[in-house]
């Protein structure tokens, strides 16, 4: 009997408990259906996720029970899932102890409603894209351990409730647009070890609460706007710390002493601050498991101390962009785990320490820009791991040793800017190489045909050497090639032909050499160049016409050879050329009329100056170069050509790595001078309405100069001196208020010169005379209504090309030196190394 009532007693509890689970678990699984209504995951499949389905709900995806049958987990990380929170019912989920949405795209706020999630002890909701504030609600969640809001766009203050998670170890905030709190407001959080609120908005001084913090292991504050010193408690309470992350706020003062209490650190990163002083190390040993110690982009200043030797666990040394001196300490040698050191952009001197050569593991060795002198060690011919070697801009000298052909895992050589000399070693180059920067030294020789073993190399950059002799054919073999800058060397011969076949050839730079013939003949059609400069060398022939294959060409530089041609008037096709320069060659015929609507759609710089030109001015051409008409100044749009890139144009290769030739957008220029042509300036001119500097000196051109030309209202300069030009000096011109250079000396004009009005008044006399009918300031002859009638005297026109402006021609314009600094161009050969540099140096 009594047997027979347990019997049923225990009968009836399991119903009255199976039935409770039912109705907890409906409950449940209602509010996740709900739920899951509203978004559409993409990788993870949520069919499971049904209440037909019910009594598997602990087997749904994402779901884990505890063992009473109730969800104690709601894990979707990664599923990718659209969604967001605002229909799931928190108060559905007594006893969940874990959410985890991490890495999806959940949208719209964090609802205060989470704050009955009593019993969470994991909330990772990171990598999504919730925004609003953190509701102060998730202080409630006294049980949790571990909260990560990472990567989302929340904003506001951090409400000093978090405070109250008192269990909490892991918190991480970073990577939001979080501002300052009361931080004073905060309490301890005495289990806290984990603690990110690095990229986020916070200003001013450091929350105080984390000094007290004393569980904390890994401190990242990094990305942020704080100021001020680093606080001393920092060191002082945080024994425990293993990672401190500042880099990348605006820190000021010296690197405390106590910073060597920090016995356990293995990450000390303050790099990109304001710090200054010298770094003390005390005395050795301390800091013997640190393995990352960087402090580049501060004001460090003092020698390196040699105490640096002693920590001897070091993997990366980032002491780069610093005001340290003195020469590199011989006991860098020690840090046999090192794996990069970088030292650059010093004022580091003496000798390169030929104890680097023990660092046997290193991988990255950069001391560039300092003022390193001598040789390189032989010693750093033992460091077989490297695979980068950065020693330019220094004062180094001597050959580049046959010794690097130990480093057989060598992919990037920079040695430019240095003194040294001899040859380069061909033979013996590692076959590794992909970037060879020899640039701006004083090496010499041929080229050897051995050059075709580095067959990998994809920048090679030899120019400002003392090279000779001619490209040998083996470089056909270097198919990789993207960048070639043999220029400023003494190369002769041909170019080969091959180099028109390369299908990743985007830079060629071979100006300032001496190769003869106008090669290669055939582009293929797959041609990458961007970039074509044979300026300055004896080139003789015609252009091939293959060029318009090149259909990415933006920068095409003939000038100063001597090709014999008409106008390549087929180039007008080239959808991206912005500059074209056939200066002084001998082109010659008239320029026809073009058959395009927009020739040259992209044309910023056209400069067939000093050739053999003649017939009347190609103003078909001129007038319908897109890109120089209606371009609204440094405005947004207007013609397609805004469009296409930032500020100012760049040619950007491998995801913005190399910024290699810089235009200004708005630069535009047309230089028509020193040729043949005749007839009027039409007055279509006018048309070319965002034109900045225009010459037309030193032709035949005859009649008055068009009142249209006001219409130029951008003009800086302009150039119609030493032709046969007559009237009077249009009263538009005054209008031009950017107008600072003019001369339209050595002409037939006649009448006052305008006294007042834009910039007429600052204009001297030479840029009006030899005009023997003009009159009044600044020339010395005097306006008299009564005066006699002179005759013109005859003009001397200087055919040698010595114009007034000299040395105001628009190349000097860009680089800088005249009025046009603002809408100057930098083609300066170099600029392209120095920024670039300073761009891999942050990667
Ligand atoms: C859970 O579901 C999977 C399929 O989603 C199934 O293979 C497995 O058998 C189920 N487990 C239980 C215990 O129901
Ligand atoms: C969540 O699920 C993912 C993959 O399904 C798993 O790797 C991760 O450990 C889970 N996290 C938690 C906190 O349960
Ligand atoms: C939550 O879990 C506790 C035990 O941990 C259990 O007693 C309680 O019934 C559960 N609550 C619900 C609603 O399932
Ligand atoms: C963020 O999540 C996406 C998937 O939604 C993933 O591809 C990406 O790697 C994650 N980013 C980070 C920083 O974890
Ligand atoms: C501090 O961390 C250690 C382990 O890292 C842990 O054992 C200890 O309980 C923590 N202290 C507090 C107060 O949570
Ligand atoms: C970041 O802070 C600055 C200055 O405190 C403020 O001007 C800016 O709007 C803030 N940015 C965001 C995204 O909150
Ligand atoms: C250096 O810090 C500034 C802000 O102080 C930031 O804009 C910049 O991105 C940081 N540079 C790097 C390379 O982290
Ligand atoms: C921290 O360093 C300072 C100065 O170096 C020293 O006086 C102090 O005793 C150290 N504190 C601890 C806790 O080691
Ligand atoms: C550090 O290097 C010096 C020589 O430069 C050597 O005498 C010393 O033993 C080395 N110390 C360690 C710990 O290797
Ligand atoms: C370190 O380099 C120096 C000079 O190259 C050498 O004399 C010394 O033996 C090296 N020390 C070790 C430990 O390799
Ligand atoms: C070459 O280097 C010298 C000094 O090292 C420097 O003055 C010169 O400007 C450099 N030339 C170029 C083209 O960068
Ligand atoms: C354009 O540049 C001028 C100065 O050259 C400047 O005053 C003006 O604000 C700029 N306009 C825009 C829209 O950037």
Excluded at 6 to 32: D, G, M, P, Q
Excluded at 681 to 689: A, L, R, T
Excluded at 703 to 716: C, D, K, N, R
Aim: hydrophobic share 35%; charged share 15%; net charge negative.
């Amino acid at each position: 009997m009594l047997l027979k009532c347990c019997f049923l007693l225990h009968i009836l509890a399991f119903t009255l408990l199976s039935l409770n689970i039912t109705v907890f678990a409906r409950e449940e699984a209602k509010a996740l259906v709900r739920w899951e209504k509203s978004f559409s995951p993409s990788l993870c499949s949520l069919k499971s996720w049904s209440l037909d389905n019910l009594e598997n709900l602990c087997n749904w995806t994402g779901i884990v029970c505890s063992s009473q049958f109730t969800v104690s987990e709601i894990n979707l990380s990664n599923c990718n899932i659209d969604g967001t929170l605002d229909n799931l019912d928190f108060t559905s989920f007594p006893n969940l102890t874990t959410f985890n949405l991490k890495d999806n795209n959940f949208i719209g706020s964090i609802p205060s409603s989470i704050g009955s999630l009593s019993k969470l002890t994991f909330l990772d909701l990171s990598n999504n894209s919730f925004e609003g504030i953190i509701p102060p609600a998730i202080g409630r969640l006294t049980e949790l351990k571990h909260i990560s809001f990472s990567n989302n766009q929340l904003n506001g203050i951090v409400p000093y409730e978090i405070g109250n998670l008192q269990k909490v170890q892991f918190l991480d905030f970073g990577w939001n647009y979080l501002g300052n709190g009361g931080w004073s407001k905060f309490r301890s959080m005495p289990s806290l070890s984990h603690l990110s609120l690095s990229n986020n908005n916070f200003t001013s001084g450091f929350p105080v609460f984390v000094p007290k913090c004393l569980n904390l292991t890994y401190l990242d504050l990094s990305a942020n706007l704080f100021t001020g010193q680093i606080p001393e408690s920092l060191f002082s309470n945080l024994g425990k710390l293993e990672v401190l992350d500042l880099h990348s706020n605006l820190i000021t003062g010296y690197l405390p002493q106590s910073l060597t209490n920090l016995s356990k650190l293995t990450t000390f990163d303050v790099g990109n601050n304001s710090l200054s002083g010298n770094i003390f190390l005390g005395s050795v040993p301390y800091w013997t498991t640190l393995e990352v110690l960087s402090l580049w982009g501060n004001y460090f200043t003092g020698e390196i101390p040699s105490e640096i030797g002693g920590l001897t666990n070091l993997k990366y040394l980032q002491l780069y962009i610093n005001d340290f001196s003195g020469s590199i300490p011989p006991k860098i040698g020690n840090l046999s785990y090192l794996t990069k050191l970088d030292l650059s952009f010093n004022h580091l001197s003496g000798p390169i320490t030929p104890t680097i050569g023990n660092l046997s593991n290193l991988e990255f060795l950069r001391l560039d820009r300092n003022n390193l002198a001598g040789e390189i060690p032989f010693e750093i011919g033992k460091l077989k791991l490297l695979e980068s070697l950065d020693l330019s801009e220094n004062r180094l000298s001597g050959p580049l040793p046959t010794w690097i052909s130990n480093l057989r895992r060598l992919e990037e050589l920079y040695l430019t800017e240095n003194k040294f000399s001899g040859k380069i070693p061909w033979d013996v180059l590692p076959t590794s190489l992909r970037k060879l920067w020899l640039f701006n030294n004083s090496f010499e020789g041929p080229i050897s045909s051995t050059i075709g073993n580095i067959s990998n190399i994809s920048f090679l950059l030899l120019c400002s050497n003392k090279l000779t002799g001619q490209i040998p054919s083996s470089i056909c073999n270097l198919s990789s090639l993207e960048f070639l800058h043999l220029s400023n060397n003494i190369l002769e011969g041909t170019i080969p032909e091959c180099l028109g076949n390369f299908s990743f050839l985007r830079v060629l730079r071979l100006n300032a050499n001496r190769f003869q013939s106008l090669t290669p003949r055939t582009f293929a059609k797959d041609c990458a160049i961007e970039y074509l400069n044979l300026n300055s060398n004896q080139l003789e022939g015609t252009l091939p016409q293959s060029i318009t294959n090149c259909q990415y060409l933006q920068f095409l530089d003939l000038g100063n050879n001597y090709v014999q041609d008409y106008f390549p008037s087929w180039t007008e096709t080239l959808p991206k050329l912005r500059v074209i320069i056939l200066r002084s060659n001998r082109f010659h015929g008239t320029i026809p009329a073009t058959k395009m609507k927009f020739p040259f759609p992209k044309l910023q710089i056209f400069d067939i100056s000093h050739n053999e030109f003649g017939g009347r001015l190609p103003m078909r051409y001129l007038k319908n170069f897109k890109s120089m008409k209606n371009v609204k100044e440094n405005g947004t749009q207007t013609s397609d050509w805004y469009t296409d890139s930032q500020e100012s144009m760049t040619l950007v290769f491998k995801g913005s790595e190399f910024q290699v030739v810089k235009i200004l957008k708005s630069f535009t220029a047309i230089d028509l001078s020193n040729n043949r042509f005749c007839g009027n300036i039409s007055d279509s001119i006018g048309k070319i309405s965002s034109l900045r500097y225009l010459n037309l000196s030193h032709n035949s051109l005859t009649g008055h100069i068009p009142t249209s030309i006001g219409y130029l209202t951008v003009l800086e300069s302009l150039d119609l001196s030493s032709n046969h030009l007559t009237g009077e000096i249009p009263e538009p011109l005054t209008t031009l208020t950017f107008l600072s250079v003019l001369n339209i000396s050595h002409n037939y004009l006649v009448g006052r010169i305008p006294q007042s009005g834009g910039q007429f008044p600052t204009f001297e006399n030479s840029s009006f005379m030899g005009n023997s009918g003009l009159c009044g300031y600044p020339l010395t002859k005097k306006c008299e209504d009564d005066e006699k009638q002179e005759l013109p005297q005859e003009v001397h026109h200087d055919d040698g090309g010595d114009g007034i402006l000299d040395g105001m021609t628009w190349q000097s314009v860009l680089m800088g030196y005249g009025f046009g600094t603002l809408f100057g161009i930098v083609l300066g050969h170099f600029i392209l190394i120095k920024w670039p540099n300073l761009y891999r140096m942050f990667f």
